[in-house]
């Protein structure tokens, strides 16, 4: 498939996990991508499996730390300029990080930065792009939820919050941008092997949950999805957002995908 032959994207978090693997995808099908990420180590990573897979010349790297007004600004607009410089076709949001502690323990600080780097950050990407979003062909955005968004997931209280926020804020941006043809979706991972899940991810944008010593896995109501016999890679998520952002996903707007293997029915 070519889904993507002369299409321009950006994509945040394209250091590691998901992220990387949407890079990936959206190469294999032809697209022209910037990975964005705030980790340098997790870009070249990124670099070098373009580089083995043959599609690294249709892409290219920025730096950005999406909690940051300036460093956005900056970067979209380095992004841009790597892309021609004539409007941007998809937006992906999935740069973000997770936090997990007892509510009680959890400081304002740390509350502040999930909610930065995953509510503000993933506004913030949105509202630098969406100027290039408006001169895109069948521009489209695609917003990172999660299924703690609808889901009880004890110790993650600022997580799901922001995530929350992200689901509300996509239905609000489908409505609001309609008319001028921008599409905005949102995926909700759940039962996922990743950088954010297992805690090996290199990147402060896309960090483990680092659970507490104590925590009581009976509140999990249900921690394994009914497909297959354990959590999925990241490439299944990767081409569910591949499809959101190409002429395929033309007709879904305003609405949200959980892809966890029916972890929660």
Do not use: C, W
Request: glycine share 12%.
């Amino acid at each position: 498939m070519n889904r993507y032959e002369g299409r321009r994207v950006l994509i945040t978090g394209g250091g590691s996990g998901i992220g990387q693997a949407t890079v990936l995808r959206v190469l294999a099908e032809g697209g022209h991508v910037v990975a964005a990420d705030v980790d340098e180590a997790g870009l070249s990573a990124t670099r070098k499996l373009a580089a083995d897979a043959g599609t690294d010349a249709r892409l290219h790297t920025v730096q950005v730390n999406i909690a940051d007004e300036t460093s956005v600004r900056e970067a979209v607009a380095t992004a841009l300029a790597a892309l021609g410089g004539n409007g941007l076709d998809v937006l992906v949001n999935a740069a973000g990080i997770l936090r997990s502690s007892h509510t009680h323990e959890t400081t304002l600080e740390q509350f502040n930065k999930v909610i930065a780097v995953n509510l503000t950050g993933t506004f913030l990407m949105i509202r630098e792009s969406l100027p290039a979003l408006l001169q895109g062909d069948g521009p489209a955005v695609i917003n990172f939820s999660s299924t703690s968004a609808s889901f009880a997931h004890p110790y993650m209280a600022a997580y799901a919050a922001s995530k929350g926020g992200i689901q509300s804020m996509t239905h609000a941006l489908a409505a609001e941008y309609s008319k001028q043809g921008i599409r905005f979706t949102s995926v909700a991972p759940g039962s996922i092997s990743s950088g954010m899940t297992d805690a090996s991810g290199t990147s402060t944008q896309n960090a483990g949950p680092g659970l507490p010593e104590d925590a009581d896995f009976s509140l999990f109501m249900k921690l394994t999805p009914a497909l297959g016999s354990g959590f999925a890679g990241p490439e299944a998520v990767a081409g569910v957002v591949a499809m959101l952002g190409s002429a395929d996903g033309a007709f879904v707007t305003g609405t949200e995908i959980r892809i966890d293997g029916g972890t929660h029915y």
